[in-house]
């Protein structure tokens, strides 16, 4: 997204400043302005896999709008940087354990008085066939990516029933077309679309709205081994048909998108930020 001119902006409510850098932090900042203006709370977010590289620069966007964040990771040490960054609240914990993942959000309704939206930005990435796939990375593939998606709607739903809210999960463009090597995390993924699918269905008349963004690769540590080599990296660029790789921010940028208020009619939509390469095959 464009970039709009770095500089403080002033909350209506308590006159603490901040930052807000991106169009989409703008829109979500206005929002939550005109309701610290009316004299509405201020809206919170937990933000699962607050550590890596999309869910950090999440947890940078949604506090730099204004909003109250509680950020979940199992690394004490990062989450406490994250947090002398962003000012956002954090909990150590590991997804990949429904009742953590249920303690978490019940915390941050809590310490803050209402839930407003959760993103699960917890994942993995595993490039083998399935004849050299172990059982163990099998199921630790399935843990970390689907296992936790369904923990998060599993909690989150009871809890936004009531006044509405947004579940954010995190697909894959390996999940929507067929990529070599990629077998157990394209199912995994696959796995999530389904799940949002079928809860926004169940969900839909109570308000709470549940999505998928769908990242092609994306530039963070966790896919560091595939883009620090030249060679791979132009292989990797070459797959996409806008010719390069992603950004942590412009996935952050959607997942954000999604969690706003004002989008209240979209649910059930899986969003390919993936540079055309789930759909599109680029002239040659």
Known sequence: MAACERGPQRLGGDGSEVHVQTLSQFALFVQINFCTLLGMETPTFVV???TGGIGSALTRHLTASGAHVLGVARDAERLAALAAETGAKIQIADAREPDAVSACLDEAKTTFGRLD??????????LKPAHATSEQEWDD????NLKTAFATVRAAAPLLRKEGGAIVLMGSAAARTGL???????AAKAGVIGLAQSAAATYAASGVRINVVAPGLVE???TQTLTEREAGRKAAEAMHPAGRIGTADEVANAIAWFLQPSQSWITG???????GLATL???R
């Open 269 to 275: 939509q899986v969003l390919g930020v993936d540079g």
């Open 117 to 126: 939206g959760v993103a699960n930005c917890v994942g993995s990435l595993l």
């Open 220 to 222: 963070t540590p966790m």
């Open 180 to 186: 070599a090597n990629h077998e157990a995390i394209a």
């Open 141 to 144: 593939t399935i843990a970390t």
């Open 48 to 50: 699962l896999g607050a």
């Open 281 to 283: 095959r680029p002239k």
